[in-house]
């Protein structure tokens, strides 16, 4: 996985509550492989409805989303994430996120940030007036630098900081726990013997 | 760890979540974070990526034995004897030569317990009280109802736990929704888990565990049950649960993978610990009277745009907060809806009942009770959850009813709820669906949805239009 440590880019504002994983990127075309280039299907019936924000020439090159409340909500898809990357965005700052897209972000050497409501409606704001305006993450020292120069601090797990500011597979991190997992087989198939499954 | 057993003393009880979660933390992280152990894997034909994942890295499945696969998402629901989409064959083959390598259990589409993997695990018996269950789809929480700790994983994790057997998690807030009441004639279960994620919203149970309680849910059946828990991620929660009691141990018994004899006894003993404890604290409990509500319908492309069938459809300018206003524009520029338009009456063009969410026994039951000796309106599909079900709707004589009403019956699989395998709702028509998501384009690009129960949408099938199921009953 690719390490997530600073990215300085231009921010696109996306004011779409409730954006669902269906509308980042339509089920008819979870059906191809990966290689097909899951970022071509990106937003795909949005986008046809024309004008989609995320297109237009002061966003070009952006790989910073700052979208809504409950950004990624719905499907487990990480076709999602997949489309999102394959891109060029890297990071997405929002109030709140789907559960199951948040934890797919992290696993795709992504950034998924979360800010209060009233900062992200600001910082939206703030990239549409100012369309092109850059904002610098560190994920290190946690903080969103504005164009002013002013300074949003975000809160993330350590364990998912140290797996993205290394670029970390968590696989292989988990298999160095294999005795544990091993020891807890053993303890489950004497206390819990209904739970390997006979039938 | 140690954390943990301090805060729960501190917090007197435990609940459902918490028992289950402390019975399955194998190593503890930085940050708090937990390996927890993986019971149950169900896997669907979606899990291409996965496979190809562990591929890549020469991984192998860590405990085949504990996994469990079927094809739902892209399998054919009309004819199956010659499947002519090339990649719907592919996905079919595909999963069958992937379990066949790594030795895992594979109900195959011409099996006839072939299902929606979350109907399946339930009626296998493989889903059962106290066990960590995931699957690579949202709906997973489904299995809660069983008084399972269930929830959805993308196809990282999915790589994760065939490898390990195991997940990194963090211990999710506690939310208990107690429902009370008597559900009036004509309303459903998936009534209440309608009104609950449009009281609570689309992200209300983000970051939660969601238990539901209370008198009314005590009262439902298990294919009820399911309904709820089965949207709790429509409520922005991956995980909702419903404390095991003997309406789920009667279930439970006999069923092919349950245990039996001893191993009965035994597991019996510990299920019936497993409810939260009288003195167990949540972090928000939300309490919902069934007794109040009406049939619910869904106007707009949130899950949590519903309301009762009688009201009228909401004003965006009555919303405070920009971005929900202009979410409840678009949605009802989508839907082609005014603001202050009555949502009984609208015109359909079509009514599809089935998904994980509607598509068992009890469900078709109900839906024929509704439409028998009366005729089809529009376009309808009933896709039952699985084989068996199929099989035994067919021995009652529901099929009859259906297709004699004009209904098509059709093979199981997750069909028009996301339309993967083909069954699509066309640009601009409106579908009466007893599934779980009206977002935009799910059911088809430009398709919109109207989520209801069997109920209500066979009341609308046999009138063409979204009608109040009470009054057919009435008749």
């Not at chain 1, 789907?98 to 910082?123: C, H, M, T, W, Y």
């Not at chain 2, 349950?258 to 610990?273: E, G, M, S």
């Not at chain 2, 309808?380 to 067919?394: N, Q, W």
């Not at chain 2, 430009?446 to 239009?465: E, F, K, N, Q, W």
Request: glycine letters at 10%.
């Amino acid at each position: 996985m690719e390490p997530f440590t600073t990215l300085t880019s231009i921010a696109a504002p996306l004011p779409l509550a409730n954006l669902d994983t269906d509308r980042l990127i339509p089920a008819r075309f979870l059906r191809q492989p990966r290689s097909a280039g899951y970022h071509n299907y990106l937003f795909h019936d949005l986008r046809e409805q024309g004008d989609f924000i995320l297109d237009r020439p002061a966003y070009k090159g952006a790989r910073i989303i700052v979208g809504a409340e409950n950004f990624g909500c719905g499907s487990s898809r990480e076709g999602a994430v997949w489309a999102l990357t394959g891109a060029g965005y890297r990071a997405w700052i929002a109030p709140s996120f789907g559960d199951i897209f948040f934890e797919n972000s992290f696993k795709n050497g992504a950034l998924p940030i979360i800010l209060p409501k009233q900062r992200v409606a600001a910082l939206r704001t703030l990239l549409g007036d100012q369309a092109g305006a850059q904002l610098s993450i560190d994920l290190a020292a946690q903080t969103v630098t504005l164009p002013d120069g002013s300074i949003e601090r975000f809160e993330v797990d350590p364990f998912r900081k140290e797996c993205l500011l290394n670029g970390w597979d968590e696989i292989d991190l988990t298999l160095q726990h294999t005795q544990a997992i091993t020891d807890f087989e053993a303890r489950q198939r004497v206390n819990s013997p209904w739970l390997v499954s006979s039938a | 760890m140690d954390t943990h057993r301090q805060r729960d003393q501190g917090a007197g009880g435990l609940t459902l979540y918490e028992k289950i979660w402390n019975a399955h933390e194998v190593a503890t992280g930085p940050g708090g974070r937990t390996l927890l152990y993986v019971d149950r894997h169900l896997i669907h034909d979606g899990s291409f990526h996965v496979f190809e994942a562990l591929r890549a890295a020469g991984r192998n499945v860590r405990r085949p034995d504990l996994c469990f696969a079927t094809p739902d998402h892209y399998v054919p629901t009309g004819d199956r004897s010659n499947i002519a989409d090339p990649v719907v064959r592919d996905k079919i083959e595909i999963l069958a030569a992937n379990t066949a390598a790594a030795g895992i259990r594979h109900f195959g589409i011409d099996d006839v317990r072939q299902g929606i993997v979350h109907v399946i695990g339930p009626e296998q018996g493989i889903t059962l009280p106290g066990v960590t269950l995931v699957c690579g789809d949202s709906h997973t929480s489904t299995h809660g109802a069983l008084g399972a700790m269930a929830f959805g994983i993308g196809a990282s994790e999915a790589t994760h736990v065939m490898a390990t057997q195991t997940l990194w998690a963090r211990r999710s807030k506690t939310m208990r929704i107690n429902i009370s009441g008597v559900l009036a004639p004509g309303v459903h279960s998936k009534d209440i888990i309608l009104a609950v994620i449009a009281k609570i919203g689309a992200a209300g149970g983000a970051g939660h565990a969601l238990e539901y309680a209370g008198s009314a849910i005590r009262a439902l059946s298990m294919d009820a049950r399911m309904t709820i828990c089965n949207m709790s991620i429509e409520a922005g929660a991956r995980c909702g649960m419903i404390a095991p009691d003997d309406t789920t141990f009667d279930y439970l018994a006999g069923k092919p993978f349950a245990p039996t004899a001893a191993q009965w006894d035994r597991a019996l003993a510990h299920w019936r610990t497993l409810p939260s404890d009288a003195d167990a604290g949540f972090d928000r409990e939300v309490d919902l009277d069934a007794g109040a509500l009406a049939p619910m319908v869904t106007w707009g492309t949130s899950p949590e745009h519903g309301a009762g069938i009688g009201t009228l459809v909401p004003d965006p300018a009555r919303e405070a907060d920009p971005a929900r206003r202009k979410s409840i524009e678009l949605a009802l520029d989508y839907m082609g809806l005014k603001p202050g338009q009555a949502i009984e009456g609208l015109a359909l063009d079509r009514v599809f009942i089935g998904s994980c969410t509607n598509s068992r026994l009890e469900d078709l039951r109900i839906a024929a009770a509704v439409v028998k000796g009366r005729r089809a309106a529009i376009p309808a599909m009933v896709v039952p959850g699985s084989g068996l079900i199929k099989k035994a709707a067919e021995a009652e004589g529901l099929d009859r009813i259906f297709k004699e009403a004009g209904l098509e019956w059709r093979e199981p699989g997750c069909s028009m709820c996301v339309g993967m395998n083909g069954d699509l709702v066309d640009a601009g028509q409106r579908c009466a669906s007893t599934s779980n998501r009206n977002f935009e384009g799910r059911q088809g690009k430009g398709a919109r949805t109207h989520l209801v129960s069997p109920a209500m949408a066979a009341a609308a099938a046999v009138t063409g239009r979204l009608t109040d199921v009470r009054k057919l009953l009435a008749n």
